[in-house]
């Protein structure tokens, strides 16, 4: 993984644990796609670099495999299921969890441009705030840009096994 920005000191009033809660928010029709060989696995892992993961939630629409939503609820998360794009629930759950003061960090997986106003949001209550791409191609300029860390996920290895792929391309 190729980690870039540093921790900023402005966080959230975190509870009383040393390191950081970390909420991670992956787009699933952005992300799980077989152009990034990304795994749910690896994303965890970028997120558990910023801190304590507390919240795991994988958004999905409607054309998402049975297989996919249940590989990703046997490894902790929590799968949001839409009638259409996920793009308006996501942004709305990371907002809330914000301003509800439910993270110290939150973390972001997509592509997508649209989720630089909820970067923004958490920002501005005080959150660090962590772009996760996956791979080179899938980066967003605007979300890194955006939030104040970025990392982005390398593609997968043959070794590594397979991969968590739900939507056909």
Do not use: W
Not at 140 to 165: C, F, H, K, M, Y
Request: proline content about 4%; aromatic content about 6%.
């Amino acid at each position: 993984m190729d980690f870039q920005g540093a921790p900023d000191d402005e966080e959230c009033d975190a509870a009383d644990s040393s390191e950081p809660r970390v909420a991670l928010f992956v787009d699933g029709p952005n992300v799980l796609r077989d152009e990034f060989d990304v795994d749910l696995d690896d994303v965890r892992e970028a997120a558990e670099t910023a801190g304590q993961v507390t919240a795991l939630r994988l958004y999905l629409d409607e054309h998402a495999t049975p297989g996919l939503i249940q590989a990703a609820e046997a490894r902790g998360f929590e799968v949001v299921v839409t009638s259409g794009d996920v793009d308006v629930r996501l942004a709305v759950d990371v907002t809330r969890f914000a301003v509800e003061n439910r993270a110290d960090v939150i973390a972001i997986a997509s592509r997508d441009t649209d989720f630089k106003p909820a970067i923004e949001t958490a920002n501005a209550y005080g959150c660090r705030t962590f772009a996760i791409a996956p791979g080179e191609f899938g980066r967003s300029d605007a979300l890194r840009n955006a939030a104040t860390e970025q990392v982005t996920i390398e593609q997968g290895d043959e070794e590594d096994g397979p991969t968590l792929v739900g939507y056909d391309t």
